[in-house]
């Protein structure tokens, strides 16, 4: 199936007219280029350009359609056609050690062989100055070019005759096959029936190019569909084969996923997987909601491009126009001449040593994906929040991390991997969210004490969808409730005027409060905890003036009475995230002044 979705966005694609989504065509793979070797016609070296382009703060290589597939990887020397590195195309080796130097050489020694074998097949002047280059030069001479050379060489270069705009390789036709390879390659090859297509096809025995972009995994590539042990093999047949897929859908796939891997607004990060999403017509709409909602440029990642900063602002007027129910519908593609809803596809990418494993997969119709994501929006709704960024699930995983207080943030390296997978499985399904989440959020304020707002609306959510999903409707609000009589939700609001008693009682800040020494204790056993803490607070409001002595009395006194003089004594885990819940809410209400409720309440 997902094989079948890329191979189809692949002729989508193809059938486009626009520049920026053309693909390599067969036998081509997109290459990120740095330099360029600019040639005279009679093949005499003119200069080594630099093709990087800005982005940002940072020099970029180009991405270019070229021949043949991806470079192997690997100690051997293996020649690709009219491109390569600075140590096929000039024999060019940065480091001093000999056997590095050496080694340069023998590539461009392979290099200038392999070219000029085909010399005379290919009647073209650009080759033929190409040829007359190669034989012509020795790796001793790249030194004189090492200072350009040093900050060029990093990818792949080609070959341009001056004066011309087009590179050699798209000049030139791509040499046939040679009769003995031609049989070498019938004879290696097997015809059966494509499990993606249906129809016969020569099946390919590894799919190339390989999948480049998937963070963390191989930098020259990964494989999606690979077999390399006896282990996975059955009935005779061995690689690719035990999965047979046709040279041709291969090919649309493997272009197709890459494209999609190199477009920033296509490709998103989540935990350790690499997130993609396309749609069968173009909807822009929808492409910025789902971009939005899983990622965000965080501020210790670099400066913010405008080009992102408005996209950020379009996808936080869409999501809160989407959590309120006031968004138009996304079903309609831009482009869609039919009645067919547009339909949407998800795909997420881990690395698996050279391989790429399939972390995330949904397929759904647009109306379907907006339901789901308004119901996720609703859920993870929360007031309080003094954060300017879009509570995306990246935000809400990081949050999973330990707090720094140190440095102010949370320390995500040892967030769970597969946290993240889930997490978006159960917004882009509507399933519950996992119990995972709920778990992680609520040991991480027990050990560190941080109750942050994004931590705070995970667990807000996992309450009310998961009780949702059992059939007993729990709906936790999005503000202070004073109508809620639950047990543990007044247990919370007890402990945050606790607190503020504390707090009121002395000048200046506080070493230590209560929060500090009994927070944990409180949230799961309040029925040890909360009458030691009634005796402290009654030292506190000893110190009060008498008017907010007074005011704080009645606050407590309201709590209290609606749990009857009766602490709970012991909350489960999901009475321990209400405990939080009503803690965040009292102490954001403590917190906001009355100028601030009166703006809220006319927003």
Not at 51 to 56: A, I, S
Not at 78 to 94: K, T, V
Not at 254 to 279: C, I, M, P, Y
Not at 520 to 538: D, H, K
Request: hydrophobic fraction near 40%; include cysteine; charged fraction near 25%.
């Amino acid at each position: 199936m997902i094989l079948q979705r890329l191979a189809e966005h692949y002729d989508r694609i193809a059938a486009s007219n626009k520049d920026e989504m053309q693909l390599a065509p067969p036998g081509f793979s997109r290459q990120k280029i740095s330099f360029c070797v600019v040639l005279e016609p009679d093949g005499r070296l003119t200069s080594i350009q630099s093709l990087q382009q800005q982005d940002g703060k940072k020099l970029v290589a180009t991405s270019m359609n070229v021949p043949g597939q991806n470079k192997p990887p690997g100690q051997g020397i293996n020649p690709c056609f009219l491109w390569d590195n600075a140590s096929y195309l000039l024999g060019w080796s940065s480091d001093a050690d000999a056997d590095k130097a050496a080694r340069a050489a023998l590539a461009f020694e392979a290099f200038r062989k392999k070219h000029l074998e085909l010399e005379d097949r290919i009647a073209h002047p650009a080759f033929t100055a190409v040829c007359s280059f190669l034989r012509t030069w020795s790796p001793e001479k790249a030194r004189d070019h090492a200072e350009i050379l040093k900050e060029i060489a990093a990818n792949f270069g080609v070959f341009r005759i001056a004066g011309q705009m087009q590179y050699v390789h798209d000049l030139i036709s791509l040499p046939a096959e040679t009769e003995e390879q031609s049989a070498a390659s019938e004879a290696g090859t097997m015809r059966t029936m494509c499990l993606v297509s249906g129809a016969i096809d020569e099946i390919a025995r590894l799919h190339e190019p390989k999948i480049k972009g998937v963070a963390d995994a191989q930098p020259g590539g990964a494989l999606l569909v690979s077999f390399n042990a006896s282990a996975y093999e059955s009935y005779g047949k061995s690689q690719s084969y035990n999965a047979p897929v046709g040279a041709a859908i291969t090919d649309k796939y493997t272009k197709a996923l890459n494209h999609l891997l190199e477009q920033r607004n296509r490709r998103v990060s989540l935990g350790d997987s690499t997130v993609v999403f396309w749609a069968d017509h173009p909807n822009n709409v929808l492409e910025v909601a789902m971009s939005a909602m899983f990622s965000e440029p965080l501020p210790n990642e670099g400066p913010i491009i405008e080009e992102d900063q408005e996209r950020v602002r379009q996808a936080s007027l869409l999501l809160t126009q989407l959590r309120d129910g006031a968004a138009q519908s996304l079903e309609k593609s831009d482009e869609s001449k039919d009645s067919q809803p547009t339909k949407f596809f998800i795909l997420g990418l881990s690395p698996n040593a050279s391989r790429i494993s399939v972390r995330l997969w949904v397929e759904a119709d647009a109306a379907e994906l907006q339901d789901r994501l308004s119901k996720h929006l609703r859920d993870i709704a929360l007031d309080g929040d003094r954060d300017d960024r879009l509570l995306t699930l990246r935000r809400i995983v990081a949050t999973t991390g330990r707090w720094d207080g140190k440095k102010s943030k949370f320390d995500t390296d040892n967030v769970l991997p597969q946290l993240a997978g889930d997490l978006a499985r159960s917004v882009l399904t509507g399933a519950a969210y996992p119990q995972s989440l709920l778990t992680t959020m609520i040991r991480r304020i027990h050990s560190d004490g941080e109750v942050a707002y994004a931590r705070v609306a995970a667990i807000k959510a996992c309450l009310n969808r998961n009780s949702r999903s059992r059939g007993n409707p729990l709906e936790v609000s999005r503000m202070l409730d004073k109508n809620n009589d639950d047990a543990a939700y007044c247990c919370g609001r007890a402990f945050a005027l606790l607190e503020m008693i504390q707090k009121d009682s002395v000048e200046g800040e506080l070493n230590r409060t209560i929060k500090d020494s009994y927070f944990t204790a409180a949230s799961t056993t309040p029925s040890l905890v909360f009458p030691r803490l009634c005796r402290l607070s009654q030292h506190h409001l000893a110190k009060l003036d008498t008017g907010l002595r007074i005011h704080r009395e009645r606050e407590f006194g309201e709590v209290i009475n609606k749990l009857r003089n009766t602490f709970p004594r012991l909350l489960s885990l999901d009475d321990q995230g209400k405990f939080v819940i009503g803690y965040f809410h009292q102490r954001q209400e403590l917190y906001t002044s009355k100028k601030d409720k009166e703006e809220g309440a006319n927003a």
